[in-house]
């Protein structure tokens, strides 16, 4: 079974509808839908805080505490496609940012539920 982490965005997490980590993501994962291409355990559930410094040291943080490494990265489907888009760094950048910081790649969004 493939270990993920995922990363929401917190600004949206914080507003209370619908955010990451109520089930969306964690459905996808343990059924195998959206953007999980087989079923996965989540291992870290982070928050990215504006502006997103502190994503890939929480990431380091988050796998060395645990004990876990997580084989992918997830940045949420809200994150992805926030509406108005963060204004620090397009998702692509951001998933650059911690492949380069943590060595995983990062795939972008997790699930398609509405
Ligand atoms: S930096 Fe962007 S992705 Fe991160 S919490 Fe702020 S708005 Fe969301």
Same mark, same amino acid.
């Given at each position: 079974m493939k270990k993920v982490a995922v990363v929401g965005c917190g600004e949206y997490m914080d507003s209370?509808?619908? !955010? $990451? %980590?109520?089930?969306r993501c964690l459905k996808a994962a343990a059924f195998s839908e959206?953007?999980?291409d087989e079923v996965s355990q989540v291992v870290a559930f982070l928050k990215c805080s !504006? $502006? %997103?410094?502190s994503v890939p040291p929480n990431l380091n943080m988050a796998m060395r505490l645990s004990e876990i490494k997580p084989d992918v990265i997830h940045l949420s489907s809200c994150l992805v496609n926030a509406v108005p888009k963060c204004?620090?760094?397009?998702p692509e950048e951001l998933a650059e940012h911690i492949t380069n910081k943590t060595g995983i790649p990062v795939i972008l969004r997790t699930h398609y539920y509405h």
């Open positions: 209370g509808y619908g !955010c $990451p %980590g109520d089930w959206g953007e999980f !504006c $502006p %997103g410094r204004p620090y760094f397009t």
